[in-house]
């Protein structure tokens, strides 16, 4: 079962069914990965099934690893796992397709 893949042809890394602790390392390296040749970072979490706290960290800390490179990572069309998931640990997702996530303050 594939939990991510990264299409060249739209320039888009789409992660599938589970960004979760059992999958979270081998996510991250790719993720690092796809960030690092990127021009213009783009995650597909339109497929996301599930994802717990290990995932929102993973997608966090892409988002600072390719802010530091000087990219602006966007994640697209997030499932409703997903904006449960950023909820649950205090982030607005309200904005996810469109803008960065903001902390509530």
Same mark, same amino acid.
């Given at each position: 079962?594939?939990?991510?893949?990264?299409?060249?042809?739209?320039?888009?890394? +789409?992660?599938? *069914?589970?960004?979760?602790?059992?999958? &979270? #390392? &081998? /996510?991250?390296?790719? /993720?690092?990965?796809? /960030? @690092?040749? #990127?021009?213009?970072?783009?995650?597909? %979490?339109?497929?996301?099934? &599930?994802?717990? +706290?290990?995932?929102? !960290?993973?997608?966090?800390?892409? @988002? &600072?690893?390719? @802010?530091? *490179?000087?990219? !602006?990572?966007?994640? %697209?069309?997030? +499932?409703?796992?997903?904006?449960?998931? =950023?909820? @649950?640990?205090? =982030?607005? #997702?309200?904005? =996810?397709? +469109?803008?960065? %996530?903001?902390?509530?303050?």
């Amino acid at each position: 079962m594939p939990i991510a893949n990264q299409s060249k042809a739209d320039d888009r890394y +789409t992660a599938e *069914r589970a960004l979760d602790i059992e999958a &979270s #390392s &081998s /996510i991250a390296q790719e /993720i690092l990965e796809y /960030i @690092r040749s #990127s021009d213009t970072p783009a995650i597909d %979490l339109s497929k996301v099934e &599930s994802i717990d +706290t290990f995932g929102v !960290q993973i997608l966090l800390a892409a @988002r &600072s690893f390719a @802010r530091n *490179r000087g990219k !602006q990572l966007s994640f %697209l069309a997030p +499932t409703e796992a997903v904006r449960h998931a =950023f909820h @649950r640990v205090g =982030f607005d #997702s309200s904005e =996810f397709e +469109t803008a960065p %996530l903001s902390h509530h303050e």
